[in-house]
């Protein structure tokens, strides 16, 4: 099983940006999907989860600018972020909690994408 992440980049504040994450490999099924950040100096941060049945949780500091949503037909999460802020400027990691073929179940990574914006 891997996640590759992808839609960093660079961005003015105030712009958009839409990160995606698939999910590949020996997959029965998922559970919860979400991202995580880490700013330069600072702990990893949740910054949005969504369930299987598309129910979503934010951290205060990105609620009505970000937007999670997932595709389960095609193992993919997204994260659409909108009126970004230097304070968003972080490597952004996807997990997965995934139980497998095999009846294994854990959280799975994908590798970071790195989202910076410029004031």
């Known amino acids: 099983v891997q996640l590759q992440a992808s839609g960093g980049g660079l961005v003015q504040a105030g712009g958009s940006l839409r990160l995606s994450c698939l999910a590949s490999?020996?997959?029965?099924?998922?559970?919860?999907m979400g991202w995580y950040r880490q700013a330069p100096g600072k702990q990893r941060e949740l910054v949005a989860t969504i369930t299987s049945g598309g129910n979503t949780n934010y951290v205060d500091s990105v609620k009505g600018r970000f937007t999670i949503s997932r595709d389960n037909a095609k193992n993919t999460v997204h994260l659409q972020m909108n009126s970004l802020k230097p304070e968003d400027t972080a490597v952004y990691y996807c997990?997965?909690?995934?139980?497998?073929?095999?009846?294994?179940?854990?959280?799975?990574w994908g590798q970071g994408t790195l989202v910076t914006v410029s004031s």
């Open positions: 997990y997965a909690d995934i139980i497998t073929n095999w009846n294994t179940r854990r959280n799975y």
């Open positions: 490999g020996n997959i029965f099924s998922i559970n919860d």
